[in-house]
């Protein structure tokens, strides 16, 4: 009797999410607001937690593993032709793939560049930051480029984006023995979002992060490597696999080798200094939605001037991420702990926190069947609480009191996850099949 009540409660949970995720799409489609958007992606949560306690009625893992497939494609179809409301970047996206197609360098040539002038049409107007140049290193590129030359439509590109999270999710099931490992990743609502309906393809360097951990794991240093080289080809943030090689002097080298070439065309026509660098502006101006950082900036102003604080306050966290990783090299932490707690780390330190971000972090944490981060991502829906404003004025203000509610909740969920990341070595469980 438990068994069959668990059985339609499934399927009740799995129901009502799906017919929330058509209102969504519906509700973008019509014009809605983005904060109408966002309300009805917070309600998808409630839904979502139904089908992680119930899933225990499903006979087996290859059931679930069938299932999360099948409905992160289904759910998804319902975001792809509906307008990204929350976020611009894919008409960067298309634009850079354009670019190179047209043989023209983004790294090179901000949007705006009077010598992209006669390219310019709607992608381009849609564009955020015209002044800069790209900040996407060369695997991100050459989606764009596929994106572009299979159409360069929206709904292109967020197909594409659709198939990078479902196969995200093929690969969670194949590699992860955690049972609903790969139903909390499927049916995440963010990450839903993020891909079918924004179009962002994080996802992929969260799952080559999880893909270098497991390959650690097992002392597959060569498949590590390779894993760790295409998440920094994807974005810069695969650079926190690389301490782990430490021990590996010659693995190290070849895979700093490699990841250095990938992201030598971010700094190579653009000095980090230029106006127009997109990786310089990134790293040395960009904020938001920040928790660790906003403390260390508030301590750098009333220490020093305000006009090097904020720069002084980037170096502090970045040394202290910089500790962080020698700690866990001369700690011998697990690999799979090992890069779930330096990914946490390099989150809660950041001076930028955008919602697609824990992309990074969801693989490994379904993964390691914790909770914190599956909650983070409901929470971390704050951060688009000022898209309303920006839309009508072009103005980003993000309330404090929404912050520190965001970060509350993780603090809190993070205290009582009994898997919360930790660079200790005893009990580590690794969750990969032998």
Request: glycine share 6%; hydrophobic share 55%.
């Amino acid at each position: 009797m438990t068994a069959r009540r668990d059985g339609a409660l499934f399927a009740l949970s799995l129901a009502l999410q799906g017919c929330l995720v058509g209102w969504l799409a519906l509700a973008a489609r019509s014009g809605g607001s983005p904060s109408a958007v966002i309300a009805r992606l917070a309600v998808c949560f409630i839904p979502y937690a139904g089908v992680l306690v119930f899933s225990r009625s499903l006979p087996s893992k290859r059931s679930l593993d069938r299932v999360a497939i099948g409905t992160a494609l289904c759910f998804g179809a319902a975001l792809v032709f509906a307008p990204p409301l929350l976020s611009d970047d894919l008409y960067r996206y298309l634009w850079e793939g354009r670019i190179w197609l047209e043989g023209l360098n983004p790294y090179q040539l901000a949007p705006d560049d009077p010598a992209l002038a006669h390219l310019r049409d709607d992608v381009w107007a849609n564009i955020n930051n015209k002044s800069l140049g790209s900040i996407y290193p060369p695997l991100s590129q050459l989606i764009f480029v596929a994106a572009r030359g299979l159409g360069g439509k929206v709904w292109t590109l967020k197909v594409l984006a659709l198939l990078a999270h479902v196969l995200s999710v093929a690969v969670v099931a194949r590699v992860c023995t955690e049972r609903k490992a790969s139903l909390a990743l499927a049916l995440n609502p963010l990450l839903l979002s993020e891909a079918a309906l924004n179009g962002h393809f994080d996802i992929l360097c969260g799952v080559a992060l999880l893909i270098a951990a497991r390959a650690l794991s097992r002392h597959r240093f060569v498949q590590a490597g390779v894993a760790a080289c295409a998440a920094v080809g994807l974005k810069v943030v695969g650079l926190v696999v690389l301490p782990l090689f430490a021990r590996r002097p010659k693995v190290l080298v070849a895979t700093g080798l490699g990841s250095a070439v990938l992201l030598t065309p971010l700094i190579w026509f653009r000095a980090p200094l230029d106006p127009v660098s997109g990786a310089g502006q990134f790293a040395t101006r960009w904020r938001g939605n920040e928790s660790v950082f906003a403390v260390v900036d508030q301590l750098s102003r009333a220490l020093f001037e305000a006009s090097s604080a904020d720069v002084l306050a980037r170096l502090m966290v970045a040394a202290a991420f910089l500790a962080l990783c020698g700690l866990v090299v001369y700690r011998r932490v697990p690999p799979m702990r090992a890069v779930r707690a330096l990914v946490w780390a390099l989150l809660l330190l950041s001076p930028q926190v955008h919602p697609w971000y824990l992309a990074w972090l969801l693989p490994l944490e379904v993964a390691a069947g914790a909770s914190a981060g599956l909650i983070w991502s409901a929470a971390v829906l704050c951060a688009y609480a000022p898209l309303d404003l920006w839309v009508a004025e072009g103005v980003w203000d993000m309330p404090l009191w929404l912050q520190i509610f965001e970060y509350s909740v993780v603090a809190l969920a993070l205290i009582l996850d009994p898997e919360r990341p930790s660079i200790g070595t005893p009990g580590v469980r690794e969750q990969f099949p032998a």
